[in-house]
């Protein structure tokens, strides 16, 4: 079965350091998503990128974060100068252009921020 | 500014029983809802979907109910098994029929299945 695939599992870096996580969507499906979840906290959603374009953001989506999807496969996401609370559990998800609505997660990448 | 709300942190379950999960939300415009299973260290695993056309969807152990009305929607899960043991997010969406939108996520409830 297609699934979300994500690297690298846990990353560990500096305050200040830019971060660049890794996800490869479901082959098929042509809106992608980036969500956290801080330890303890809910799944938040930041951003979401249809047709090589951001869609949606989420008010935590500010100028430290962007998104790309640089070839016909990955889709990433960039925390330029990553702070202490930026910690959490990075989820990518994706989802087929149809009527439906359900999105499908990766296992996510936890970074931490020393 | 919570727009979906669990209530319910934790739940615990005799094996072979109903597990009932509850979810509210206040935001009218949400038209799509849906149930995901999360295990420690992985990623959201969908499980069951319902448009607000439907009161009811069902897809083999697991049913979700939605009273509009309300803003109140349930999952059940009929009958418990030990691996349903899991944290439950309920989350939503507008724009049933498509579009870029974000899931909006409760905080989760955490089913203890008891042998």
């Known amino acids: 079965e297609p699934e979300v695939t994500q690297t690298p599992s846990h990353q560990v870096t500096q305050m200040g350091q830019e971060v660049i996580l890794r996800c490869v969507p479901i082959s098929n499906h042509l809106y992608f998503y980036w969500y956290r979840q801080i330890l303890g906290q809910k799944v938040e959603f930041l951003v979401s990128?249809?047709?090589?374009?951001?869609?949606?953001k989420s008010e935590i989506f500010d100028d430290q974060f962007s998104v790309e999807r640089p070839d016909g496969s990955n889709f990433t996401l960039k925390i330029r100068s990553t702070k202490l609370e930026d910690s959490a559990m990075y989820f990518c998800?994706?989802?087929?252009?149809?009527?439906?609505?359900?999105?499908?997660f990766g296992p996510g990448t936890r970074l931490t921020v020393l | 500014d919570q727009q979906v709300k669990q209530n319910s942190p934790s739940l615990s379950v005799q094996e072979g029983r109903i597990s009932i999960l509850n979810c509210d939300y206040t935001n009218s415009m949400f038209d799509y809802f849906l149930w995901y299973k999360k295990y420690p260290a992985e990623g959201p695993t969908f499980l069951i979907s319902?448009?607000?056309?439907?009161d009811k969807n069902e897809d083999g152990r697991f049913t979700v109910f939605l009273n509009k009305s309300a803003k109140h929607l349930s999952l059940h899960i009929v009958p418990s098994q030990p691996g349903d043991s899991a944290v439950y997010f309920c989350?939503?969406?507008?724009?049933?029929?498509?579009?870029?939108?974000?899931?909006?996520f409760g905080k989760g409830t955490h089913l203890i299945i008891q042998p």
């Open positions: 989350a939503a969406s507008g724009y049933s029929g498509g579009g870029a939108d974000g899931l909006t």
């Open positions: 319902i448009s607000s056309i439907k």
């Open positions: 990128f249809y047709n090589n374009e951001i869609s949606e």
């Open positions: 998800a994706s989802k087929e252009e149809t009527g439906h609505n359900e999105q499908f």
